[in-house]
């Protein structure tokens, strides 16, 4: 293990959740194209890119913007934008029931919409409204019946079950990162297990009983170009390749110089309570004492030379906090506060190895800091 660093095994799943939320909007925004509005394929290439760099953009301005946010503000934010989202969505159905060439002006409306909302979700946590937005154009999709509804309903049951996987189990290992070892296979294996039969069925359902179109809605009993769909459907597959392969590149490029990313859980505004002090260890300590106290000793030994180096930390700031604000050097510290968490607030005791990690990357904190504080 290069410097003591534990592998990221949370890493891949966040890569994951990005890429199943990406397919998700792109096939919710291509299918309620290729029902009700035409499905050029510079049209479909315009929106698969709009998305793709929506996303990414979005998860750049989470990582740079964190820290800046509080947990309060940012809920005030986000409950304000979801409250008009869910009135306009609201307002959108109910005029879509009425039919008329309404339908296809809110298809092409919220399609652009679905890219605004990837654009900050990850900055606000609106993964909801996404979802929320997406199943809107399904439902969109859906009234036009056929081949349209079909595959919009079932990709959308499809693959916002595996979303759901990976986002679940991204935000469980970074609340508690002791875990090793590669977990994106198991987890998209469960997911796998927990939707094949819900897409099988509606495949077969669907396959004997094609959706019929809304009698209401503009040309809701003419039959759809069997040829243009086919061609479309070929489209949103390679787009969804070619789209999904742009984030990972950009993404691996943009970030390489970067963190560990913007983190997935909110900024836990911190306060005082009664608890033991955690006081420097004595000299005479050496290296007696339980697990828990060595990482714990190991973790405040850095906090003491860290504001001998001229770093304000208060005591209400968090470990996650106290990580953004001193940020250097990047990996010792990223692998003392995920030990440091554990030891501190996890159920288990720490186990030799993490000991030795933990005071291994505590030396290469005093070190660093010590010469930044032989500068200043």
Same mark, same amino acid.
């Given at each position: 293990?290069?410097?003591?660093?534990?592998?990221?095994?949370?890493?891949?799943?966040?890569?994951?959740?990005?890429?199943?939320?990406?397919?998700?909007?792109?096939?919710?925004?291509?299918?309620?194209?290729?029902?009700?509005?035409?499905?050029?394929?510079?049209?479909?290439?315009?929106?698969?890119?709009?998305?793709?760099?929506?996303?990414?953009?979005?998860?750049?301005?989470?990582?740079?913007?964190?820290?800046?946010?509080?947990?309060?503000?940012?809920?005030?934010?986000?409950?304000?934008?979801?409250?008009?989202?869910?009135?306009?969505?609201?307002?959108?159905?109910?005029?879509?029931?009425?039919?008329?060439?309404?339908?296809?002006?809110?298809?092409?409306?919220?399609?652009?919409?679905?890219?605004?909302?990837?654009?900050?979700?990850?900055?606000?946590?609106?993964?909801?409204?996404?979802?929320?937005?997406?199943?809107?154009?399904?439902?969109?999709?859906?009234?036009?019946?056929?081949?349209?509804?079909?595959?919009?309903?079932?990709?959308?049951?499809?693959?916002? $079950? @595996?979303? %759901?996987?990976?986002? &679940?189990?991204?935000?469980?290992? =970074? !609340?508690?990162?002791?875990?090793?070892? *590669?977990? +994106?296979?198991?987890?998209?294996?469960?997911?796998?297990?927990?939707?094949?039969?819900?897409?099988?069925?509606?495949?077969?359902?669907?396959?004997?009983?094609?959706?019929?179109?809304?009698?209401?809605?503009?040309?809701?009993?003419?039959?759809?170009?069997?040829?243009?769909?086919?061609?479309?459907?070929?489209?949103?597959?390679?787009?969804?390749?070619?789209?999904?392969?742009?984030?990972?590149?950009?993404?691996?490029?943009?970030?390489?110089?970067?963190?560990?990313?913007?983190?997935?859980?909110?900024?836990?505004?911190?306060?005082?309570?009664?608890?033991?002090?955690?006081?420097?260890?004595?000299?005479?300590?050496?290296?007696?004492?339980?697990?828990?106290?060595?990482?714990?000793?190991?973790?405040?030994?850095?906090?003491?030379?860290?504001?001998?180096? $001229? @770093?304000? %930390?208060?005591?209400? &700031?968090?470990?996650?906090?106290? =990580? !953004?604000?001193?940020?250097?050097?990047? *990996?010792? +510290?990223?692998?003392?506060?995920?030990?440091?968490?554990?030891?501190?607030?996890?159920?288990?005791?720490?186990?030799?190895?993490?000991?030795?990690?933990?005071?291994?990357?505590?030396?290469?904190?005093?070190?660093?800091?010590?010469?930044?504080?032989?500068?200043?």
């Amino acid at each position: 293990m290069s410097e003591g660093l534990r592998p990221d095994v949370a890493g891949p799943l966040r890569v994951a959740r990005d890429l199943t939320l990406y397919l998700l909007s792109l096939l919710a925004v291509i299918s309620a194209r290729i029902a009700w509005l035409p499905a050029g394929a510079l049209a479909l290439l315009f929106h698969a890119l709009l998305l793709a760099l929506a996303a990414l953009l979005g998860s750049l301005v989470a990582e740079a913007s964190w820290g800046l946010w509080t947990q309060a503000s940012r809920r005030r934010v986000r409950l304000l934008l979801l409250g008009l989202y869910a009135a306009l969505a609201f307002v959108a159905l109910v005029a879509a029931t009425g039919g008329g060439e309404l339908v296809a002006r809110e298809a092409e409306a919220f399609g652009v919409v679905q890219s605004a909302l990837l654009l900050v979700a990850e900055p606000l946590g609106l993964h909801v409204a996404v979802l929320g937005n997406a199943l809107l154009l399904v439902i969109l999709a859906s009234f036009r019946g056929g081949a349209p509804a079909a595959v919009a309903t079932t990709g959308f049951v499809g693959v916002v $079950g @595996f979303f %759901l996987a990976f986002d &679940h189990a991204a935000k469980k290992l =970074q !609340a508690w990162p002791g875990a090793r070892g *590669r977990l +994106l296979g198991p987890i998209a294996g469960g997911a796998a297990r927990l939707v094949l039969p819900a897409v099988v069925g509606l495949a077969l359902v669907f396959s004997a009983e094609p959706p019929k179109p809304y009698a209401r809605a503009p040309a809701g009993s003419a039959a759809v170009d069997a040829r243009e769909t086919r061609r479309a459907y070929a489209w949103l597959g390679l787009l969804g390749l070619g789209g999904g392969g742009l984030m990972v590149l950009l993404g691996r490029l943009l970030r390489s110089r970067g963190g560990d990313g913007a983190p997935l859980l909110e900024r836990i505004e911190g306060y005082q309570v009664l608890e033991e002090p955690l006081e420097p260890p004595q000299a005479e300590e050496g290296s007696y004492g339980s697990p828990q106290s060595r990482v714990i000793r190991a973790y405040v030994r850095f906090l003491v030379r860290a504001r001998e180096a $001229g @770093f304000k %930390l208060p005591p209400h &700031h968090t470990p996650r906090e106290i =990580q !953004a604000r001193v940020r250097e050097p990047e *990996r010792p +510290l990223s692998l003392l506060t995920a030990l440091f968490m554990d030891a501190r607030y996890g159920p288990g005791e720490p186990a030799a190895e993490d000991v030795r990690d933990a005071e291994r990357a505590s030396q290469a904190l005093l070190s660093a800091l010590g010469r930044r504080r032989s500068r200043g």
